[in-house]
């Protein structure tokens, strides 16, 4: 939306996220993810303390990840999210140093990136460690405070939500550009393609209308 609303001012941003739901790694994760604060801390941070260069690789990646915790927050939830990136990242280098020809199928690297994606997610907007650590033993299945009825997700509205954010999180327009044939007339084209935007912005306006109003999550950093 932002580089939408950039262009529209004649503003040309670079792409801060480019599908990080896609990942099949947690490195892959974050090239993709808040593309502009990792390049930060990559470039002032882990680059001057050395990068992989030195021999101190896995410190670094700690006191990087370390330090983009406290960046959102001086607070042990945000020194935790930051610590488990971090390790895992760690996890990876060494898994990838002694098992170089490994070939593991996607959807099982997928599975693994995401999970601990949302463990991470859970870490990062929880108020407290007391808080996520409940909240973490629910989506377990070690207790049932805090949990969600099953009704909430598989009621209609819900279902077409998750549907749509499921695939809206994935390239699926660069993956139809590509298969796509063009139209004869090019007029038409960019008219069909306007007219489907349209659509989705009033079922969006439509979806968000009854909801509450939520500040943007930086707003508190």
């Not at 001057?48 to 959102?72: D, K, Q």
């Not at 690297?109 to 907007?125: D, E, I, P, Q, T």
Request: hydrophobic content about 50%.
């Amino acid at each position: 939306m932002a580089i939408g609303l950039g262009r529209m001012f004649g503003f040309d941003f670079t792409e801060n996220f480019n599908f990080p739901y896609i990942s099949s790694s947690i490195k892959e994760f974050w090239r993709r993810w808040h593309i502009s604060l990792s390049s930060w801390f990559r470039d002032y941070l882990y680059i001057p303390l050395g990068g992989s260069r030195r021999g101190n690789t896995y410190v670094n990646l700690i006191i990087v990840f370390l330090a983009t915790g406290l960046w959102h927050g001086a607070d042990w939830h945000f020194i935790f999210w930051g610590l488990w990136y971090g390790i895992f990242l760690i996890l990876e280098r060494i898994l990838g140093k002694k098992f170089p020809q490994a070939k593991v199928p996607y959807p099982l690297k997928w599975l693994y990136a995401m999970l601990v994606v949302v463990v991470g997610w859970v870490l990062f907007r929880s108020p407290g460690m007391e808080f996520a650590g409940t909240y973490l033993a629910t989506m377990f299945g070690f207790g049932a405070s805090g949990a969600y009825p099953l009704d909430m997700f598989v009621s209609p509205l819900s279902a077409c939500v998750f549907t749509f954010g499921v695939l809206f999180a994935m390239p699926v327009r660069s993956l139809f550009e590509k298969k796509r044939k063009p139209l004869r007339h090019p007029v038409l084209d960019s008219v069909l393609e306007g007219c489907l935007v349209l659509a989705l912005l009033v079922a969006s306006i439509m979806l968000v209308q009854g909801s509450t109003q939520s500040s943007f999550i930086y707003f508190q950093f």
